[in-house]
T-cell receptor, first 118, second 113 residues
Framework: GAVVSQHPSRVICKSGTSVKIECRSL??????MFWYRQFPKQSLMLMAT?????????EQGVEKDKFLINHASLTLSTLTVTSAHPEDSSFYIC??????????????FGPGTRLTVL | DQQVKQNSPSLSVQEGRISILNCDYT??????FLWYKKYPAEGPTFLIS?????DKNEDGRFTVFLNKSAKHLSLHIVPSQPGDSAVYFC????????????FGPGTSLSVIP
């Protein structure tokens, strides 16, 4: 099956710093990538959708200036949490779709990144 | 407002027995439903899906049932195996935006050997 990787798997940073998380599709071209966050014992919440070469579409309530998303190539998307604060601590998961079918069961998830902001 | 609900945070089942995970939704625009399985520190993996034109879909040990009038779906796992122990997410999408998936909060299944 399709493989999506995320790096780093875990990151701890100080409040006020910026953190970049990478999401890569390893064996297919991802025309669309999605970024989710998950709080403990809660559901995955979609943050934004990005298509290669265009600006990301953010969900309501997600600050686009705080969560910078770049989808510069068909195999890489990055999420940068700018000026991170403790409330940004969460589990961030990306997913990627090759767009070959419309159905969302072609969305493949990365293993996630645990961000802890001290 | 939670559009996809999984009211049981956890479930324990004996190996070999049936596991039934339930999911309710509120948005009548949803027409495609999915179940994902997630192990700790991993991303969700797609398990099985069902379109609103069907009321049942079966794949090996996994069967999903959809009751549109009740806005309810369930995932049956028969027989349950210890390797099935994971968090199961119910998810839904609407015809207006097939890329966008709305997830439920998940049910943690423990299959006891």
């Amino acid at each position: 099956g399709a493989v999506v990787s995320q790096h780093p798997s875990r990151v701890i940073c100080k409040s006020g710093t910026s953190v970049k998380i990478e999401c890569r599709s390893l064996d297919f071209q991802a025309t669309t990538m999605f970024w989710y966050r998950q709080f403990p014992k809660q559901s995955l919440m979609l943050m934004a959708t990005s298509n290669e070469g265009s600006k990301a579409t953010y969900e309501q309530g997600v600050e686009k200036d705080k969560f910078l998303i770049n989808h510069a190539s068909l195999t890489l998307s990055t999420l940068t949490v700018t000026s991170a604060h403790p409330e940004d601590s969460s589990f961030y998961i990306c997913s990627a779709s090759d767009g070959s079918r419309r159905r969302i069961d072609t969305q493949y998830f990365g293993p996630g990144t645990r961000l802890t902001v001290l | 407002d939670q559009q996809v609900k999984q009211n049981s945070p956890s479930l324990s089942v004996q190996e070999g027995r049936i596991s039934i995970l339930n999911c309710d939704y509120t948005n009548s625009m949803f027409d495609y439903f999915l179940w994902y399985k997630k192990y700790p520190a991993e991303g969700p993996t797609f398990l099985i899906s069902i379109s609103s034109i069907k009321d049942k879909n079966e794949d090996g040990r996994f069967t999903v049932f959809l009751n549109k009038s009740a806005k309810h779906l369930s995932l049956h796992i028969v027989p349950s195996q210890p390797g099935d122990s994971a968090v199961y997410f119910c998810a839904a999408s609407a015809k207006t935006s097939y890329d966008k998936v709305i997830f439920g909060p998940g049910t943690s299944l423990s299959v006891i050997p």
